[in-house]
C-alpha cells in the first residue's frame, strides 16, 4: 500500500516570509505529484503539479520534486494571511489508479 | 452555478438507517470519485468510476455502494449506517485527457451517525 507522508503541523510563519511545506513518498514507481490547498471547511483545489525532477514555479508558489529522495516540497514566497490552509500532497502512478493524498499539512501565516 | 455539486449538505441520521449521498456534476469528465475526510487521516478513496460501466472499489468500500446512473451522476450510499461512518465526505470529477491528479471537487456532505 502506497504512503504519503506530511507533517501534521500547524507549521506557523510570519507574514512575508517563506512557507516550506514538505511531503515523502513509499512508492518508487510513483510518477505524478500534486499539490491541493483546502481552507477550513471547504473543498480542496488544486494548485500545483509536477511530473519531472527539479522546481516547477507558478507565482509565488513553487514546487520541488526529488524522485531519488522520494521527495516533493511546496514552497509559497512572501506568504499571506490568505494562505493559511491546509496543504494536501497527493501521488500518482501513470499506469495505475493509484492515487493517494497525504494526511495533509495546517500552514497558519501570522500577520 | 458550481460545477460539482452535492446533496444534502449536512446529514443527522441514526444508526442502522440507509442513506444516500448524490453528486453531479457539468464538467463533462468521464471520471467520478467518492472519498470521506476525517480529521487526522486526509482523503480516503471509498469508491471510483471512470465511466459508467466501469466502477472501482478504492481503499475503504466496506459498508459503502454506489451507482454511476449517468455519466453526470454518481452516487454514494450507506445501506446501514455506523456512528464511525460520521464524516466529511467529498465527490470528486476528473477528465480521461488529464489522469486522476486533477481533480475537483464538489462542496462536501457532513454525515453524522447518532
Known amino acids: 500500500q502506497k504512503e504519503v507522508e506530511q507533517n501534521s503541523g500547524p507549521l506557523s510563519v510570519p507574514e512575508g516570509a517563506i512557507a516550506s511545506l514538505n511531503c515523502t513518498y513509499s512508492d518508487r514507481v510513483s510518477q505524478s505529484f500534486f499539490w491541493y490547498r483546502q481552507y477550513s471547511g471547504k473543498s480542496p483545489e488544486l494548485i500545483m503539479s509536477?511530473?519531472?525532477?527539479g522546481d516547477k514555479e507558478d507565482g509565488r508558489f513553487t514546487a520541488q520534486l526529488n524522485k531519488a529522495s522520494q521527495y516533493v516540497s511546496l514552497l509559497i514566497r512572501d506568504s499571506q494571511p490568505s494562505d493559511s490552509a491546509t496543504y494536501l500532497c497527493a501521488v500518482n502512478e501513470d499506469y495505475g489508479q493509484n492515487f493517494v493524498f497525504g494526511p495533509g499539512t495546517r500552514l497558519s501565516v501570522l500577520p | 452555478d458550481a460545477d460539482v455539486t452535492q446533496t444534502p449538505r449536512n446529514r443527522i441520521t441514526k444508526t442502522g438507517k440507509r442513506i444516500m449521498l448524490e453528486c453531479s456534476q457539468t464538467k463533462g469528465h468521464d471520471r467520478m470519485y467518492w472519498y470521506r475526510q476525517d480529521p487526522g487521516l486526509g482523503l480516503r478513496l471509498i469508491y471510483y468510476s471512470f465511466d459508467v460501466k466501469d466502477i472501482n472499489k478504492g481503499e475503504i468500500s466496506d459498508g459503502y455502494s454506489v451507482s454511476r446512473q449517468a455519466q453526470a451522476k454518481f452516487s454514494l450510499s450507506l445501506e446501514s449506517a455506523i456512528p464511525n461512518q460520521t464524516a466529511l465526505y467529498f465527490c470528486a470529477t476528473s477528465d480521461r485527457s488529464t489522469g486522476d491528479g486533477e481533480q475537483y471537487f464538489g462542496p462536501g456532505t457532513r454525515l453524522t451517525v447518532t
Open positions: 509536477i511530473y519531472s525532477n
